[in-house]
């Protein structure tokens, strides 16, 4: 990772920033894109950019090209903005199915759009997404995530047969994520069973690595089942 200019989306999330705190520790320089605000002061190796709706594609091409002005290039993006909803198909509202697909797929191809021409460019171009082992196959209850994931799969391998050779493309599929949040909703469950934050975070930075040059179009899942 060092001297690698990575984009984190989700950067202030329970992941993302545990994604982005490894990388700078390893000597790379990190742009962060949240819908949070922030007030993070830019420095050197680092700059944070709050407020952004990565939803939008105008919203999401101005924060990439702020972090490439800032740093001067790309070598990475990181997709982990996201969001979850359980509700079941039946009893379910329309709007939660729009909303998980506006979270996972429109923010993934988003900044992914803005930021294809600054990775192209790289030597090392990157795309690492997030997808979900629950999307491999999904339970009651997890029809609109799911189908929101298995969009990110689609588009994880669509654009890694479009960019090959240019920008490697590969998606994560944790299973549960141990976090503060999800404990919380999930008090009875057995914690060991689940990928922790680094465990992922691990991971991820590998396919964001020059090590990991030959691999693209990959759906690598992380952590037990679900």
């Known amino acids: 990772m060092q001297d690698k200019v990575l984009i984190v ?3 202030l999330g329970a992941l993302g920033k545990v994604v982005a705190e490894t990388a700078l520790g390893r000597g ?3 742009a962060g894109i949240d819908h949070a605000s922030s007030k993070g002061p830019a420095s050197a190796d680092r700059i944070e950019i709050g407020s952004v709706d990565l939803s939008d594609a105008a919203q999401a091409k101005t924060a990439v090209e702020t972090a ?3 740093f001067g290039r790309l070598d990475a993006l ?4 996201g969001g979850f909803a359980f509700e079941t198909v039946g009893d379910g509202d329309m709007k939660t199915w729009q909303r998980m697909h506006a979270l996972n797929v429109l923010t993934a191809l988003n900044a992914s759009r803005a930021a294809l021409p600054h990775l192209a460019a790289s030597k090392a171009g990157r795309i690492v997404n997030i ?3 629950g999307a491999l196959h999904a339970g009651s209850g997890m029809g609109p995530y799911a189908a929101s994931k ?3 799969h689609r588009l994880t391998e669509a654009l890694a047969s479009e960019w090959k050779g240019k920008v490697t493309v590969n998606a ?3 299973s549960i994520i141990d976090t503060n949040a999800n404990r919380s909703d999930m008090p009875k469950a057995d914690f060991s069973k689940w990928v922790t934050p680094q465990e992922l975070a691990e991971v991820i930075l590998f396919l964001a690595s020059d090590a990991a040059s ?6 690598v899942p992380v952590g037990g089942r679900m």
């Not at 990181?78 to 903005?81: L, T, Y």
């Not at 030959?214 to 759906?219: D, F, S």
């Open 172 to 174: 994560v599929l944790p």
């Open 28 to 30: 790379a320089r990190v």
């Open 131 to 133: 997808g979900a082992m």
């Open 9 to 11: 989306t989700g950067a």
């Open 68 to 70: 490439a002005k800032h």
């Open 214 to 219: 030959g691999v693209t179009g990959a759906l």
């Open 150 to 152: 298995a969009g990110v």
């Open 78 to 81: 990181i997709n982990i903005a």
